[in-house]
């Protein structure tokens, strides 16, 4: 990563467009009538990065998420994605151009089985229309084998579990299970960026390690590019390429995962001032050794 993408303390006027960039945020700002959710954040996401959004409750991470998504328009700022402005658009015309989501709190279809959940991510790929689904000619058929086909290959990126599960319905499933269902609908729209909102909420560690090791193989494997909000500060340190760190609605820090740990403002908006004061000792500590 070149040093044009790590800012710590403070962000440029402007985000500066980059030959890689995939979605960027410029001075984004979002306001809630008096409220101000989201204050000029700038973002540089490049390709194949898997970056987090962190930041303690009420920072703004959703609202990011929902101006990204096209669920609000920025009050003003810019959105652009692979150089061209996104906002305007309606959340399905942004899923056809690249970008899906998943939900904090998992948005499934429960009284569909696993299958139809993945097939039903990929409506905005098909050509089949109200009257083709009604008289099925042998295109329409043809189509809906293909898509069968190709919900049966996200299933089987998680392994063997989910397809043996195809057809029963998601509610029957364990939590994890769900989360991972979750992510193959959002695939099968083909997005380039992937946008996971807290992915291992409720999960126990294994589940945590087992999902940590999913996410950076939909980077790894498939060439996804990942934005995710994730409360557990163990798993964003563990797989970001860098972190982006709000609070009350601006984005205080933005680097690499160790830049972000250790940085003051980080340490007292998101874990408090008693880590503050514990950071604040560590660095007397360190410069009385380094006077010795
Ligand atoms: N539709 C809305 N109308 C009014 N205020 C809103 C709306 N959406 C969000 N807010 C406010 O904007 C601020 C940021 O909320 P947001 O949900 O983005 O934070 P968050 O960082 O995602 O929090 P959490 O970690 O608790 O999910 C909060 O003060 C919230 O109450």
């Given amino acids: 990563m070149s040093s044009d993408q790590v800012e710590l303390k403070g962000q440029p006027e ?42 303690p409750n009420g920072a703004g991470k959703t609202t990011v998420f929902n101006l990204i998504t096209g669920i609000y328009r920025p009050t003003s700022g810019e ?30 279809f429960n009284s569909m089985t696993v299958l139809e959940n993945v097939l039903v991510g990929q409506h905005t790929r098909l050509k089949a229309g109200v009257l083709g689904s009604l008289f099925r000619p042998p295109q329409v058929v ?20 989910l397809i043996e599960r195809q057809d029963e319905y998601v509610s029957n499933l364990s939590y994890a299970d769900r989360r991972r269902v979750e992510i193959a609908r959002a695939l099968a729209a083909d997005p380039k960026l992937l946008l996971l909102d807290e992915p291992t909420a409720g999960m126990n560690e294994a589940e945590t390690l087992d999902a940590v090791k999913y996410i950076r193989r ?11 909000i994730e409360h557990k500060l163990a798993v964003t340190m563990g797989m970001s390429d860098h972190i982006a760190v709000l609070d009350y609605g601006q984005k205080i820090a933005d680097g690499l995962p160790d830049e972000v740990r250790y940085d003051k403002r980080v340490i007292e908006a998101y874990l408090g001032r008693q880590a503050k004061e514990e950071a604040d000792q560590r660095d007397a500590e360190a410069a009385a050794r380094e006077e010795e």
């Fill in 14 to 55: 402007s985000a500066v467009a980059t030959a890689d960039a995939l979605l960027e945020l410029r001075s984004v700002t979002k306001t809630f009538g008096g409220l101000t959710a989201v204050s000029g954040v700038n973002l540089l996401v490049r390709q194949r990065e898997i970056v987090s959004v962190i930041g």
């Fill in 79 to 108: 959105i652009l994605l692979n150089g061209q402005s996104i906002v305007n658009q309606s959340p399905d015309r942004i899923v056809t151009k690249g970008i899906t989501r998943t939900f904090q709190n998992i948005r499934l």
């Fill in 142 to 161: 043809a189509e809906e084998r293909k898509a069968r086909e190709r919900a049966l290959e996200l299933l089987s990126f998680f392994g063997p579990v």
């Fill in 218 to 228: 939909l980077r790894d494997e498939l060439g996804l590019t990942i934005l995710l």
